[in-house]
């Protein structure tokens, strides 16, 4: 399955949800810090382990920077 994740070309085994895709990606959200949208729609992190990533989908995922 081909999917674009921030702008990059990513291609994945099979389906997966937004949750495996973070963790395949090596991506923690153990403190909350991350956002994702997929077609520009913002998904809700409590639905992340069960929305399902399709073929073509566009991914953003954010994560908030430090600084001051």
């Known amino acids: ?3 674009t994740v921030n ?3 990513v291609s994945l085994p099979s389906a997966y949800s937004i949750a ?3 963790e395949h ?3 923690s959200v153990a403190r909350g810090t991350v956002a994702v949208a997929i077609n520009d729609e913002i998904i809700s992190k ?3 382990e069960n929305h399902a990533i399709s073929e073509n989908d566009h991914i953003t ?3 908030p ?3 001051g």
Do not use: F, H, P
């Open 65 to 67: 920077a430090q600084g």
């Open 7 to 9: 702008n990059k070309s």
């Open 25 to 27: 990606m090596n991506i």
């Open 20 to 22: 495996q895709l973070l």
């Open 1 to 3: 399955m081909n999917i």
């Open 46 to 48: 409590d639905l992340w």
């Open 61 to 63: 995922i954010v994560a």
